[in-house]
Structures are given as structure tokens and as C-alpha cells.
């Protein structure tokens, strides 16, 4: 446990150090949201249907574009390596690591998203559905992102790679995230929605804590 | 599993394969031969969809064999990875190209399809989507193999994204069941489901095995030929040096 929160401290000082890179996702998502309004012509009354899909469609992406930023700077320096030489497994280091991604490069985009829902002018039943359905998602988008991110850390161009191979599994949480944010305005809480998407999210967790500490090995060929 | 070790080793599978491949590759070519001359000429027009039934006898084989060598891909993964053979890597492999053709062979043939039986060419349904994804999938997994330099480590990684890519699979099985969707539940595979007349299943069956066995032609023939460059790049490897004395004069 020791080694889970050293790794989480030095990553969340790592970010805090680096110049602000762990904001790019931040930033894509507002450049993102923001070409879709104008694209759609301001028009409110289609922007407040779309509002939804549109910020689930934005997060996606942002925590797509930041996937090669999860393990490949280890991998590359050979952190990874010295890591699991010093008694810390692979499985804690696929842990952590997919933790201390989504806290730095999906949890910012997941706060703020109430403020950008603002520009969709949605109403705040809506607003607590999408935010209530993007923190069930958060284990998911963030372990199956940062599984790409671990199986193309090695790679020097693995950024592309890396969104080819996470967006397939992506699919299923985008379809009932949606489908869940939607719901609460009807339903409320008790929406089967949420329930499907908690399901998905832990599954994709299951699955990917092991397939990345799989990656992790193969990437220091052990 | 005695027989996946055995085969294992590359004299050994190839012995196995001088045979088989052959085999593998004339079957697929007369079953294909036999099964497109029963299902345009012989079989008869359904009674609900006409004469573009035919669509069928391409569609639902290439869609049954996109499933099929995605799950080989993965069990030829989960070999390659809990035994390290090498030869499944190279199975898995060959598999992938024609796994994603068949797929795209799917989508196309199910939208040309749709179009006379539904009214549309394509429709987010869950079939299609999750046949979609599944070539997204195919697409991934490929450009892994493509990416990735070395060899050995190249076969770790893809057979990762084969195993976790595989839950998509159930998906597209149980999709039918799960939502509401324009395809038909499962009408063959199950106790009890309606089934197909024979002059109907016939072709169908004849064509499904046609692939399949086509499936297994690129499979072995792809190993073979992975095989061979191996070989050849070991003894360009293993070549001894030569060195070639000159003598070089100065004015």
C-alpha cells in the first residue's frame, strides 16, 4: 500500500511539475465542445438535445488524446523495470498507474463538465445525471485508456495506436453513459442505466488491471 | 493439448502442414466452387425475400467465420501466452487479414442486403455496431503487429489486445437477444430455434464450410510463409563473414 500512494504522490507532483501538459486534455475538451457549437449554429434548441453526447463524446476523446501519457515515460526510462526489481509487481504498478491516470488526466474533465454544460444551457437534472454517470464511468474510460497507453507505452509514435485500439472497447460505456445521463431526468437514481454502466465500468477494470500489468512485462521483456 | 505441443515445433508442423495445407486450400476452393453453383442456380428464391436470399449464403458465413477467427485469434493467443509457442503468434497472425475481410465482407454484403429486405442500408442496431466494433478491433490488433518492431514483443502485446478485444465476441452473439434489433435471433445453432429448410440450408452449410475451411488455408499457409522469412533472415544472420583482402596501391 506504501508503494501505491509513493507512486500516486510522485505522478500528481510529476503533473504539478510539468508545466501544465496535464491540462491539454482540459483544453482539447473546451476547443472540442466549443467547434460543435458553432458547427451546429448556436442553435439552442438542437444544442440542448445534444448537449449530452456531445461532453460524453468530448471526455472520450480528451482522455483519448492524453493515452500515451500513461505509462510510456516508465517504459521509456526504464522506471517500469527498475520498479519491479525493487519488489513492486507489475499488478501494483498497473493499479496505480491507471489511477493516477484518471486522477490527473479524466477526474478534471469529469469536475468541470457542469461548467461546460452551461454553453448546452441543460437544465440541472440533466446536469447531476452527467456527472453522476461520468464518475460510474471513471474506472472504465480510465483503465481501458490507460491499458492502450500501457501495450503502446514503448512505441515512439504510440499516440494513434493507442486511440485505435482503446475506442473498440470504449463503446459499450459510451452507449450506456449516454443512455444513463439521460435517464436520471426520468427516472432518478433508481435508472437500470447507472446499474449497466457501474457493471461495465468494474468490468473493464477487471479486465484491464491485469492485461495492463501483461503489457507492462512484455514492454520490459520480462 | 498434447497436439498443440506437438505441433509446436516447426519441422515437426511442417510435416504436418505439407499435407494439410493442400487439403485445406482445394476443400475450401471446391466446397466455395460447389456451394456458389447450389446457391445461385439450384437452391430457390425464399418466399418472404426473393431472390436476394442468395445475399445470405455470402452473409452469414462470412459473418459466422468473422466471429470464428477472432476467437481463434484469441485462443491462438492465450496459447501463445501461457506456453510461449512461437508458431501460435504466427497462427494468430495470419488469421487476422482474413478475419477482418470476412467482417468487412459482412458489412457489406448485410448493408446490400438491407437495403431490399428493410428498406435501409444501415441502421445502429446492435448487430451492426457490435460487427463494426469488431472491425475496429481487427484493425487495432493488426496495427499492433504492424507498429511494434520486435518481433517477440510484438506477439506479447497483440496477443494482450486479442484477449481483451475478445468480449466483444459474446456481444455480437447475444446482441440479437439483448435489443431490439432488425436481425433475427439465432435460427440454426439452437435446440428448439426454427431452422432452415434443407434446399435453403444446404448452401448455406456448404458455404459456411467453404470458409472455414479457407480460414484454415490462410492460417497454416500463413505460417508457413512467416516460417520461411524467419529461416531465411537466420541465415543471413548465421552466414559466416567474409572478408575480402585488396591490395590497395598509393601513388
Redesign the interface.
Known amino acids: 500500500m506504501i508503494g501505491v500512494s509513493t507512486i500516486l504522490k510522485r505522478d500528481v507532483k510529476r503533473a504539478a511539475r510539468s508545466g501544465g501538459t496535464w491540462a491539454y486534455g482540459l483544453v482539447f475538451m473546451v476547443i472540442f465542445l466549443t467547434l460543435s457549437a458553432i458547427a451546429l449554429d448556436g442553435e439552442m434548441s438542437t444544442l440542448r438535445r445534444l448537449g449530452v453526447p456531445l461532453i460524453w463524446l468530448a471526455v472520450t476523446f480528451a482522455t483519448l488524446m492524453s493515452a500515451d501519457r500513461a505509462f510510456s515515460e516508465d517504459i521509456k526510462d526504464g522506471t517500469t523495470g527498475q520498479l519491479w526489481l525493487g519488489g513492486f509487481g507489475y499488478l501494483e504498478q498497473a493499479g496505480s498507474g491507471i489511477f493516477a491516470f484518471g486522477l490527473i488526466h479524466l477526474l478534471p474533465l469529469i469536475i468541470t463538465a457542469p461548467l461546460w454544460s452551461v454553453l448546452f444551457d441543460l437544465n440541472s437534472e440533466t446536469v447531476i445525471g452527467l456527472v453522476a454517470a461520468l464518475l460510474l464511468a471513471f474506472p472504465g474510460i480510465a483503465a481501458f485508456t490507460a491499458l492502450a497507453g500501457a501495450l503502446t507505452g514503448g512505441q515512439g509514435k504510440g499516440g494513434f495506436l493507442a486511440i485505435f485500439i482503446s475506442a473498440p472497447l470504449l463503446v459499450p460505456i459510451l452507449i450506456f453513459g449516454v443512455a444513463a445521463s439521460q435517464a436520471y431526468a426520468i427516472t432518478g437514481w433508481a435508472a437500470v442505466e447507472f446499474r449497466a454502466l457501474a457493471g461495465l465500468s468494474l468490468l473493464a477494470l477487471a479486465v484491464s488491471v491485469p492485461a495492463t500489468a501483461a503489457a507492462l512485462a512484455a514492454n520490459t521483456d520480462r | 493439448m498434447r497436439f498443440i505441443s506437438y505441433l509446436a515445433n516447426p519441422a515437426r508442423f511442417l510435416r504436418f502442414s505439407k499435407y494439410a495445407t493442400p487439403i485445406a486450400g482445394w476443400l475450401a476452393l471446391a466446397l466455395i466452387g460447389v456451394g456458389t453453383l447450389v446457391s445461385l442456380i439450384f437452391s430457390p428464391p425464399a418466399i418472404e425475400h426473393g431472390q436476394t436470399v442468395r445475399m445470405m449464403y455470402v452473409h452469414v458465413p462470412a459473418a459466422w467465420c468473422s466471429m470464428a477467427a477472432y476467437t481463434a485469434i484469441a485462443v491462438a493467443s492465450l496459447v501463445s501466452?501461457v506456453w510461449r509457442h512461437n508458431l501460435a503468434d504466427s497462427v494468430a497472425r495470419s488469421l487476422a487479414l482474413p478475419g477482418a475481410a470476412f467482417t468487412f465482407l459482412a458489412l457489406v454484403t448485410g448493408s446490400l442486403w438491407g437495403r431490399p429486405a428493410w428498406g435501409t442500408w444501415w441502421q445502429w442496431d446492435g448487430r451492426m455496431?457490435s460487427v463494426l466494433?469488431l472491425l475496429?478491433?481487427y484493425?487495432?490488433y493488426m496495427?499492433?503487429w504492424n507498429?511494434?518492431a520486435d518481433r517477440r514483443?510484438a506477439a506479447?502485446?497483440a496477443a494482450?489486445?486479442a484477449?481483451?478485444?475478445w468480449?466483444?465476441i459474446p456481444?455480437i452473439k447475444f446482441s440479437v437477444n439483448w435489443w431490439n434489433t432488425l436481425h433475427q435471433p439465432a435460427t440454426i445453432s439452437e435446440p428448439g430455434a426454427p431452422g432452415l429448410p434443407f434446399e435453403l440450408l444446404l448452401p448455406l452449410l456448404l458455404m459456411a464450410l467453404g470458409y472455414t475451411a479457407l480460414l484454415a488455408w490462410f492460417a497454416l499457409r500463413g505460417t508457413e510463409a512467416e516460417l520461411a522469412e524467419l529461416k531465411s533472415q537466420r541465415a543471413a544472420t548465421n552466414k559466416p563473414a567474409s572478408v575480402k583482402l585488396e591490395t590497395v596501391t598509393h601513388d
Open positions: 501466452f455496431t466494433v475496429f478491433i484493425i487495432g496495427a499492433i507498429i511494434v514483443q506479447r502485446l494482450i489486445v484477449m481483451v478485444g468480449l466483444n456481444i
